[in-house]
């Protein structure tokens, strides 16, 4: 089965900074990555994601970029503000009826003042 | 913002208690979910539906049961709660022939 590693598991930036979180995937058949966001007391709320078919996607100040190749992808959030302060989660999965998203370990941001 | 509910957020029980956590969504999604997830952060998938009469056990061993009578709600029972079941669990839905997974906002449980 599909095996999603994360790192780092915890990211301390000063506000403004550039936070980047990285993922590595197993199985060459995945191809959708998506990415979620936690905040205290709720469930993850996905903020982007990106197919296999695409090596970049960018959503105002957060961008997820993909190396097939490499098996590898990432979650880059610029200019951070104190509100990015939350667990985040990148995901993989393959299509058809019977997929499921497979979670990475979690990544805790802290962006401090 | 994704339409599903969880209920209820918090629940403290006893030992031995039977509890029924529920998950119900409007979005006509086929596919449910359910995962625990630990202090620790990570998620592990416990249960899974896709679709009416449809639920399959997940990734983590859980001796939690799930029902699949209606598209809109899928209910977690433990019989007989144990500490060990102490844990926050999130449920979650997706829409056929899509991988996205909508959330709800959990439910923290507290077993003395």
């Known amino acids: 089965g599909e095996n999603v590693e994360q790192h780092p598991s915890t990211l301390s930036v000063q506000e403004g900074d550039s936070a980047v979180i990285k993922c590595t995937y197993s199985?060459?058949?995945?191809?959708?990555f998506p990415w979620y966001k936690q905040e205290l007391g709720k469930g993850p709320q996905l903020i982007i994601d990106i197919r296999s078919n695409v090596g970049e996607k960018k959503d105002q100040r957060i961008a997820v970029t993909l190396n097939k190749t490499a098996k590898h992808f990432s979650l880059h959030i610029t200019e951070t503000q104190p509100e990015d302060s939350a667990v985040y989660f990148c995901?993989?999965?393959?299509?058809?009826?019977?997929?499921?998203?497979?979670f990475g370990t979690g990544t805790r941001l802290q962006v401090t003042l | 913002e994704a339409d599903i509910y969880q209920t209820p957020r918090y629940l403290v029980i006893g030992t031995g208690k039977k509890i029924t956590l529920e998950c119900s969504q409007t979005?006509?999604?086929?596919?449910m979910y359910w995962y625990q997830q630990d202090p620790g952060m990570e998620l592990h998938l416990i249960h899974y539906?896709?679709?009416?009469?449809?639920?399959e056990k997940g990734d983590l061993s859980s001796e939690s049961t799930v029902s699949r009578i209606r598209t809109e709600h899928f209910p977690l029972t433990l019989e007989s709660a144990r500490p060990s079941h102490t844990s926050q669990y999130l449920c979650?839905?997706?829409?056929?022939?899509?991988?996205?997974?909508?959330f709800g906002p959990g439910t923290r449980l507290l077993v003395l």
């Open positions: 995901a993989a999965s393959g299509t058809g009826t019977a997929s499921k998203l497979t």
């Open positions: 979650a839905s997706s829409a056929r022939g899509r991988e996205t997974q909508y």
């Open positions: 979005m006509g999604h086929d596919k």
């Open positions: 199985d060459s058949a995945s191809n959708y």
């Open positions: 539906s896709y679709g009416v009469n449809s639920t």
